[in-house]
């Protein structure tokens, strides 16, 4: 039996929102890293978190793709 559905809203309290988004940003990034290694794909992944600050991942050296965007912003 699979997991039920989660009702998606903001998480009120502040310390749990930032919790959670450090466990997702830390999936995402492990199924990005894994989606470059078992595929062979160039992946680059730029997560913002709600301060501005940016986390990122890239798979080759496109390295400069990503420095571009964040300079952008």
């Given amino acids: 039996m699979g997991r039920g559905k989660v009702e998606l809203k903001m998480i009120e309290n502040k310390i749990n929102r930032q919790v959670t988004f450090a466990k997702r940003?830390?999936?995402?990034?492990?199924?990005?890293?894994?989606l470059s290694v078992l595929c062979d794909a160039e992946v680059a992944l730029i997560i913002f978190s709600n301060r501005g600050?940016?986390?990122?991942?890239?798979?080759?050296?496109?390295?400069?793709?990503?420095?571009?965007?964040?300079?952008?912003?």
Avoid: N, W
């Fill in 53 to 73: 600050k940016p986390y990122e991942l890239c798979s080759s050296s496109r390295y400069s793709y990503i420095q571009f965007y964040l300079y952008m912003f």
């Fill in 25 to 34: 940003r830390k999936g995402l990034l492990k199924k990005a890293h894994e």
